[in-house]
């Protein structure tokens, strides 16, 4: 989440909020550390990509913060303490590489009693998500349910739910609750008798819980655009405005494409609405389509993906998850992912968007890390990665990269700093303690926790989570796709190595990872930015480009074409930063840390490859 940065070029413009509230001032908003005259400006939806104010593509790469919000042990708060929320912050830019967040908010806490809104949850919510903002993460909340409510479920039962409150709940006659023979939390959705009566009455607006709904978003919206600086509100990107939509129980001769269109719809236009009145006209609702549209377990998927919406635009954006779900069942798929183990799943997303004149943003996709499919999560997330970044399979990258399709963004799930530390009484109840992985449904997908010495560390492999990828692209993205050299225990896993065809790229890459972007130039002076990631130093990164080589590039100033500088918000993270004013041009552009000293005469003879290649595959 991005930036929230100034408007000149090293010296820093401190911007203040003239938004008051209830009579009393907005604070006033330090600038974010790091930042430089192109980073600060609000996103918009623009040819079927976020933009920049300078036309620059944006890709979203992060995290779900924080499935805590789903508990009681914080008051359905993501973090215990700002404190807490600063320290996630600082480790997701420096160890996760993300450049953005998914920000959960609830219901249940922001509106107890009906008709009511807490502004003390909606000041602690906007507290903690400042201190995203403020280290330069761009932030897109979202109200999340799960299992409709957790006031649903008995003291001991099995299964858990988060989401509406309990005046909601009790507003209803729902039976009591029971998923039979359920072997997966999920199971719920549609053997739950009240989950499934309880999310019909929510669609159907019975007891006017819809609108109740409506209404406190509204006012959340208004809060948050009232309590944040105008540099603040320009990280947040949109609003996610319900979590995994599903209809319960169709009515009868209703389909599920026919409930996306006549129910789902109006519901998000009506949010769509609250969000123009709340000071959010100018930010994209993150609309999710029924739950099961892109399920990859036959028996489970149901026709939608909001094909009745008719052109989306600019004022939304095409929301989706994604899990493989029979890699999770640990029956219908053996053995582990392979290289484009997602191409096509993902490829439908790219078709989806694109067709609805929008674009994409996979909010939710991830693996378990414990229980016996754990094994496969390595494979899985590389995959989904590798998917995230290009529609071809490494196997044929090389070979027709312009196949590539856009760069998607997307958010993990999840960064849970709490993980294996928690303290949740599920349902309320003193017997059942939950302490363990995200105590929630026993779920464990976090991809850090807290150590001993209260230092966040990861739990998955840096080379995996933390990438290149390209975070603004000045121009129309053609290509991308990056070699992680992830692990799977003690396997190296490499989809993509750099083909004999190419033997100096070949050795100049070695057995190092390595990032390479192709791009066309629209004529802005603003650089296309790379992440780097931490294992990439910059005294030890190499970069070939059409543009200039550099083994060890230098700092950044606006007539170095190819040059470092750090990310925004004072955490240490750097980007590659590549400048090229001319307008229709292709560019490419090869980033890796395989390289030693490498000579003059081998970054010459790469870029000799590189661009015959460029020319040949893409033209």
């Known amino acids: 989440m991005p930036n929230i940065r100034a408007r000149l070029l090293v010296v820093l413009v401190v911007l203040c909020g003239f938004l008051t509230v209830a009579g009393s001032p907005s604070a006033t908003a330090a600038t974010v550390p790091d930042s430089l005259w192109f980073d600060g400006t609000s996103l918009t939806v623009s040819n079927g990509r976020f933009t920049d104010s300078l036309g620059r593509e944006v890709v979203l790469r992060g995290y779900n913060v924080s499935g805590e919000t789903k508990l009681e042990e914080n008051s359905g708060l993501p973090f215990a303490s700002v404190a807490d929320a600063k320290k996630s912050a600082t480790a997701l830019r420096a160890l996760g590489g993300g450049n ?4 959960l908010l609830s219901w249940a806490h922001a509106e107890p009693a009906r008709g009511q809104v807490d502004t003390a949850y909606l000041a602690a919510a906007t507290d903690q998500m400042r201190a995203f903002l403020d280290a330069g993460i761009r932030v897109y909340p979202d109200f999340h349910q799960d299992l409709y409510s957790r006031y649903l479920f008995d003291d001991d039962s099995w299964y858990t739910g988060d989401g509406a409150p309990e005046w909601a709940v009790d507003a209803g006659t729902y039976p009591d609750e029971s998923c039979g023979i359920c072997l997966f939390w999920g199971q719920n959705i549609t053997q739950n008798g009240a989950v499934k009566a ?11 819980l819809q609108d109740a709904f409506l209404a406190t978003a509204r006012q959340t919206m208004t809060y948050v655009r009232q309590h944040l600086s105008d540099e603040e509100f320009a990280g947040v990107v949109g609003f996610d405005p319900y979590n995994e939509p599903y209809a319960g129980t169709y009515d009868s001769g209703q389909t599920s494409r026919s409930w996306e269109k006549n129910v789902l719809w109006p519901f998000y236009a009506k949010f769509r609405a609250g969000m123009d009145a709340a000071g959010w006209q100018d930010k994209p609702a993150f609309v999710e389509p029924n739950l099961f549209w892109n399920a990859n377990i036959d028996s489970q998927k149901q026709e939608g993906g909001l094909l009745d919406a008719g052109t989306l635009g600019s004022r939304y954006v095409f929301n989706t998850h994604f899990y493989d779900q029979k890699a999770i069942s640990g029956i219908l798929m053996w053995g582990k992912a392979g290289d484009g183990q997602y191409a096509t799943d993902f490829g439908t997303i790219r078709d989806r968007t694109s067709a609805a004149g929008t674009t994409a943003v996979v909010s939710e996709f991830g693996h378990p890390l414990s229980g016996t499919v754990s094994d496969k999560a390595p494979t899985v997330l590389k995959a989904m990665y590798q998917a995230l970044d290009s529609r071809v399979k490494g196997a044929g990258w090389w070979t027709t990269p312009a196949a590539s399709g856009p760069v998607l963004s997307g958010s993990q799930w999840q960064w849970d700093i709490y993980n294996g530390r928690h303290h949740e009484l599920m349902n309320g109840n003193p017997d059942k303690v939950l302490t363990s992985g995200d105590a929630w449904n026993d779920e464990d997908l976090s991809a850090v926790r807290m150590d001993d010495s209260g230092t966040v560390a990861l739990r998955q492999d840096a080379r995996l989570l933390d990438r290149v990828y390209p975070s603004a692209t000045s121009g129309s993205t053609v290509a991308f796709t990056y070699e992680d050299r992830s692990r799977d225990g003690s396997t190296t896993l490499t989809w993509n190595p750099v083909p004999s065809s190419l033997p100096n790229v070949a050795q100049l890459v070695g057995s190092g990872q390595y990032g390479l972007l192709v791009w066309r ?4 002076s603003a650089p296309t930015e790379l992440h780097l990631p931490a294992s990439f130093p910059t005294g030890s990164t190499t970069v070939v480009s059409d543009l200039g080589t550099a083994y060890g590039p230098p700092a950044y100033t606006p007539t170095t074409p190819v040059a470092v500088a750090a990310e925004p ?18 560019h490419y552009a090869l980033v890796t840390n395989g390289a030693t000293s ?19 595959t893409v033209g």
Do not use: M
């Open 100 to 103: 953005s967040v998914r920000f």
């Open 198 to 208: 309880a999310s019909y009455d929510f669609w159907h607006n019975t007891y006017g």
């Open 521 to 524: 130039s629209k004529g802005s």
């Open 569 to 586: 918000g004072g955490t240490a993270s750097r980007r590659l930063l590549l400048t090229a004013s001319d307008t229709g041009v292709l």
């Open 598 to 616: 490498p000579s003059t005469a081998l970054l010459n003879a790469a870029r000799t490859e590189l661009a015959a290649w460029a020319a040949r």
